[in-house]
Antibody, heavy 122, light 107 residues
Framework: QVQLVQSGTEVKKPGASVKVSCKAS????????INWVRQAPGQGLEWMGW????????NYAQNLQGRVTMTTDTSTSTAYMELRSLRSDDTAVYYC???????????????WGQGTLVTVSS | DIQMTQSPSSLSASVGDRVTITCRAS??????LNWYQQKPGKAPKLLIY???SLQSGVPSRVSGSGSGTDFTLTISSLQPEDFATYYC?????????FGQGTKVEIK
């Protein structure tokens, strides 16, 4: 069965960086993309970006351009999301989600990781 | 960016009620519309993809309809496990925006 297992809770100071991992199993990793979505406390869902697990192509949300980098390691079927220059409003649960398509659009987020809480506080 | 607007933001309903949630896109998105259910402390779960296709394992009391700019999610007979927050999401163009959510509470 498809599973996405994310790394654990992180506490960071403003200005620091965080790197969240997402290990996939139960499907052919390189056949689908991975999306990252975050959810601030008590708020809705915010799409952060997409990465192709096949060729590493990315598409980031405009408001995160320059601060976010998404990568994959096909040897371990793991996706990574790094966010730099953290601010207090980056405090959120970060989710990875398998995309149902190999292309960046026209699909759905059919399987999700359990979420990783990132707290940014001085 | 395409704006997704859900209504209502919250509703109270009883077990057995028929519930309808609406999602409106700021421009046409064809049928590239997905619905998710999220329970407190849990990751979202895909219910409906491509506006009206039921994800495997989702009960048949859940259905979706619409195309263009107006979409609906319907639960024909609300069950205790359906009390949750529901989100629509468009996958027509980047960024893939979500609606603000609709919280379904017990009356």
């Amino acid at each position: 069965q498809v599973q996405l297992v994310q790394s654990g809770t992180e506490v960071k100071k403003p200005g620091a960086s965080v790197k969240v991992s997402c290990k996939a199993s139960g499907y052919t990793f390189t056949s689908y993309g991975i999306n990252w979505v975050r959810q601030a406390p008590g708020q809705g869902l915010e799409w952060m970006g997409w990465i192709s697990a096949y060729n590493g192509h990315t598409n980031y949300a405009q408001n995160l351009q320059g601060r976010v980098t998404m990568t994959t390691d096909t040897s371990t079927s793991t996706a990574y999301m790094e966010l730099r220059s953290l601010r207090s409003d980056d405090t959120a649960v970060y989710y990875c989600a398998k995309y149902s398509s190999s292309s960046p659009l026209a699909g759905s987020l059919d399987y999700w990781g359990q979420g990783t809480l990132v707290t940014v506080s001085s | 960016d395409i704006q997704m607007t859900q209504s209502p933001s919250s509703l109270s309903a009883s077990v057995g009620d028929r519930v309808t949630i609406t999602c409106r896109a700021s421009q046409s998105i064809s049928s590239y519309l997905n619905w998710y259910q999220q329970k407190p402390g849990k990751a979202p779960k895909l219910l409906i993809y491509a506006a009206s296709s039921l994800q495997s394992g989702v009960p048949s009391r859940v259905s979706g309809s619409g195309s263009g700019t107006d979409f609906t999610l319907t639960i024909s007979s609300l069950q205790p496990e359906d009390f949750a927050t529901y989100y629509c999401q468009q996958s027509y163009s980047a960024p893939q925006t979500f609606g603000q959510g609709t919280k379904v509470e017990i009356k």
